[in-house]
Nanobody, 123 residues
Framework: QTRLVESGGDSVQAGGSLKLSCTGF????????MGWFRQAPGKEREGVAT???????RTSNSVKGRFTISLDKDKRTLYLQMNSLKPEDTGIYYC?????????????????WGQGTQVTVSS
């Protein structure tokens, strides 16, 4: 059974940093693309950063230069290092995975989702 478990969400001041983690179970990390999406209250879920099974990655323009996605296949864990956080980064951050999805930032293209972890950035 495919399962994704996120952790690392917290409340921080603007300009601070957080590192999110997502541990996956029940699928082959060498075949799946993975990514981070976020959803703010009243808004649609948006792609933040994704990485495919070859190590290619894509980052949304809104976080480029501040957020970094990485994957440790041995630990079966996906990370999102978030620096220079802004209040507009506030939201629930979700980990996602699916077979061979490249680096798409479209939520509809991913099948498996974690339960989400809350990130709150205050000004």
């Amino acid at each position: 059974q495919t399962r994704l478990v996120e952790s690392g969400g917290d409340s921080v001041q603007a300009g601070g940093s957080l590192k999110l983690s997502c541990t996956g179970f029940g699928f082959d990390f060498h075949l799946y693309a993975m990514g981070w999406f976020r959803q703010a209250p009243g808004k649609e879920r948006e792609g933040v950063a994704t990485i495919d099974n070859y190590g290619n990655f894509r980052t949304s323009n809104s976080v480029k230069g501040r957020f970094t996605i990485s994957l440790d296949k041995d630990k079966r864990t996906l990370y999102l290092q978030m620096n220079s956080l802004k209040p507009e980064d506030t939201g629930i951050y979700y980990c996602t995975a699916d077979y061979g999805r490249g680096t798409s930032l479209l939520a509809d293209e991913y099948k498996y989702w974690g339960q989400g972890t809350q990130v709150t950035v205050s000004s």
